[in-house]
């Protein structure tokens, strides 16, 4: 599997990163290089083989359904780079 | 005051007890030596109130720990309260956090003076140090009859030259596929990254969840182990952080590998070994054997698979990661005029990330794609079974394993531009990461050139006790002095 240019502008919106025509070619041509060395996982023979999703056994611990943080609006909003009325703020959003 | 920074972490424990020096003297001599030494550019931001409030602190006993008055200097991805933290990337410039993430409180809990925020890869991806946005970090070393500048290694190359260069007893690294043991390898110290979970990654930015892990780096092996007893512990703000007890490590060194079985992994000798590496690998073994350990021939089946693995989880888990990264709540925002909400998404991403990290972004949401899953993410978790099954059966008929750290020793600037030939620098570090094995370089010798090179210790899991043993082994054996 390889990828074209519109391949690349499709992942690249996907990451809500925007791309220049000039950076396609060369984005295309590394993670072709990139995706074309991978492709060797495609030989081993994985038949059987439960995949790992995390190196520690057993399952994920729960913790109790106690309030244990809260009631620091300042603090989460003081690295904002946009904040109003004790909100994040954004651009306008109409669709 | 120069010769203290030359002390070893224990060494400065000794002298602040036996108060042959203040904690402020300590500190005041480090900050000295990293204003004489910026051109290294080890350090993105330095923090010298902050380090001599708190070496005051301890210097009238109101800040007392294992680690009371030792100058560290902290790798820029973990959060540490009202200091600058930018994970090397400009998408983070300007981010004061106002919490402190829970290896950094260890440390402090534990008394130690922070001396500022360490130079990294953006975001932990590289090894070489190239990718920061803050500049590249130099190597304090430089090949024999050379005037040219050498990668420190990475992505942890603010802390291995610092380290190094004399600029902090020891400090904090990260290491997702290497970045720890390979920069440790590269500027002659050692490092060490435990079991994955026994550091918390509460408060550590993430680049890849299921491999990540924190743990020192420092001048001798013994210091490692004292700062990785304070590093590690039970956190409950990691879903993953392991629930079990952390040993004094430092009071358990012994070095001794009387009955220890040494394993030495068939699968990497590459062919095409760089004839030094080889050299100084079997240099080890003779050293272990001397020391009583008997040698095991193993076989690690799947090692040639760790590499293409590791470049699609660690792809996929960071795209997931980074995706936090939007212009929103944190970080820099650029927003395009007349642009709407979706636009300043992208516009802030792609001024805020660099090329690497936008080429891994890009690899992972790739391989997570509708109609690729399968393809790559699904067959790359089946490889890393088996990956790690090949470390199990090998440990089977070992106790630790034995390899090189790295390929080859420090290369100049632009050295790899191709990404893949970057990528191959981490070829022995990145299995262990990827079966979340503790593992350790330890300086051994030095090339023809001059410079540094290391071994790898590797462990079962949580026999962290075993890789420091066999670490400090190799220590002695090798007597590294060479310095830069």
């Known amino acids: ?95 | 005051m120069s010769a203290l920074t030359d002390l070893s972490l224990a060494q400065m424990k000794a002298g602040l007890a036996a108060k042959q020096f203040s904690a402020v003297e300590l500190a005041q001599a480090h900050l000295d030596a990293m204003a004489a030494n910026r051109h290294l550019n080890a350090y993105i931001v330095e923090t010298p109130e902050l380090a001599l409030r708190q070496a005051k602190a301890v210097d009238d006993g109101s800040r007392t720990g294992p680690l009371a008055g030792i100058p560290l200097g902290i790798k820029d991805l973990f959060a540490v309260e009202g200091v600058q933290t930018t994970a090397g990337s400009n998408i983070l410039k300007g981010f004061v956090p106002r919490y402190e993430s829970s290896v950094t409180a260890n440390l402090l809990r534990d008394g130690a003076v922070f001396l500022g925020k360490l130079n990294m890869d953006e975001f932990a991806m590289g090894s070489s140090n190239e990718t920061s946005a803050y500049g590249r970090v130099i190597s304090p070393w430089k090949a024999k009859g050379s005037d040219a500048e050498l990668v420190p290694g990475g992505s942890s190359g603010g802390s291995a030259a610092a380290v190094s260069a004399r600029l902090c007893a020891g400090a904090t690294g990260t290491d997702t596929g290497g970045s720890i043991r390979q920069p440790a390898a590269f500027v002659g110290i050692a490092g060490i990254k435990p079991t994955y979970g026994r550091a918390s990654r509460w408060g550590t930015i993430a680049f890849a969840s299921s491999l990540d892990q924190a743990g020192p780096m420092a001048r001798t092996v013994t210091d490692c182990a004292l700062m990785l007893t304070s590093m590690c512990g039970f956190d409950p703000k990691d879903s993953t952080s392991l629930d079990i007890a952390v040993p004094d490590w430092a009071a358990g060194l012994t070095g001794s590998m009387k009955g220890k079985r040494v394993g030495i992994p068939a699968e990497y000798r590459l062919d095409g070994m760089d004839a030094e590496i080889a050299a100084l690998w079997d240099q080890g073994i003779a050293w272990l054997k001397a020391e009583g350990a008997e040698i095991v021939s193993v076989s690690l089946p799947h090692t040639k698979y760790a590499l293409p693995t590791y470049y699609i989880v660690a792809p996929a888990e960071a795209s997931s990661n980074l995706a936090r990264y939007d212009g929103v709540r944190y970080g820099n925002r650029v927003t395009p005029k007349g642009g709407n909400v979706h636009d300043m998404y992208a516009a802030t991403r792609a001024a805020g990330f660099g090329k690497e990290v936008k080429r891994r972004i890009m690899i992972g949401t790739y391989v997570l794609s509708a109609g690729f899953y399968d393809a790559y993410y699904t067959q790359a978790q089946k490889v890393r079974a088996l990956i790690a099954r090949d470390f199990a059966q090998a440990f089977e008929q070992c106790d630790v394993l034995l390899t090189p750290t790295a390929p080859s020793p420090a290369f100049a600037f632009g050295a790899k531009a191709d990404p893949l030939a970057m990528y191959l620098n981490d070829v022995f570090t990145v299995p262990a990461s990827l079966a979340g094995l503790p593992a350790m370089s330890v300086p051994a010798g030095l090339s023809a050139s001059g410079l540094p090179l290391g071994l790898q210790i590797i462990g079962r899991p949580l026999d962290e006790m075993g890789v420091l043993d066999a670490g400090l082994a190799i220590e002695r054996a090798a007597g590294f002095t060479a310095r830069p």
Do not use: C, H, Y
């Open chain 1, 1 to 95: 599997m390889s990828v074209d240019s519109q391949t690349v502008r499709k992942i690249a919106r996907l990451a809500r990163i925007a791309v220049t025509d000039d950076e396609v070619p060369g984005l295309v041509e590394q993670l072709n290089g990139i995706l074309g060395w991978v492709e060797q996982l495609g030989e081993v023979d994985t038949k059987g083989v439960e995949p790992m999703a995390s190196v520690m056994p057993g399952s994920l611990r729960w913790r109790a359904d106690e309030v244990t943080d809260g009631g620091i609006q300042d603090k989460v909003l003081a690295n904002a780079p946009d904040a109003a009325s004790g909100f994040f703020a954004v651009p306008k959003v109409i669709e």
